[in-house]
């Protein structure tokens, strides 16, 4: 099995971080590639994470709350090759 980081995204040109507000998706779920999995705010906007590959989120690497620099992995998703 081939495992898949999801990366917290960069939303606008001056976005550094980002913050967890809220998941979608729980460990052992299923997620389609283009499937929302997370909601993130910066200072300025409000986006949603999507899954990069379909496969079985295995991994949340920051919760809810938690600020996470943009480029920084916050969950895994293991994926069939």
Same mark, same amino acid.
Do not use: R
């Given at each position: 099995?081939?495992?898949?980081?999801?990366?917290?995204?960069?939303?606008?040109?001056?976005?550094?971080? $980002?913050?967890? &507000? @809220?998941?979608?998706?729980? %460990? +052992?779920?299923? #997620?389609?590639? =283009? /499937?929302? *999995? !997370?909601?993130?705010?910066?200072?300025?906007?409000?986006?949603?994470?999507?899954?990069?590959?379909? $496969?079985?989120? &295995? @991994?949340?690497?920051?919760? %809810? +709350?938690?600020? #996470?620099?943009? =480029? /920084?992995? *916050? !969950?895994?998703?293991?994926?069939?090759?």
């Amino acid at each position: 099995m081939k495992k898949v980081k999801i990366i917290m995204p960069k939303f606008g040109l001056t976005m550094t971080k $980002g913050t967890i &507000v @809220e998941w979608k998706k729980k %460990v +052992g779920e299923k #997620v389609e590639k =283009g /499937e929302v *999995i !997370a909601t993130v705010e910066s200072e300025k906007i409000t986006g949603e994470v999507e899954a990069p590959a379909s $496969g079985i989120l &295995v @991994e949340i690497l920051h919760e %809810v +709350g938690d600020e #996470v620099p943009v =480029g /920084e992995p *916050i !969950a895994i998703i293991e994926v069939e090759e």
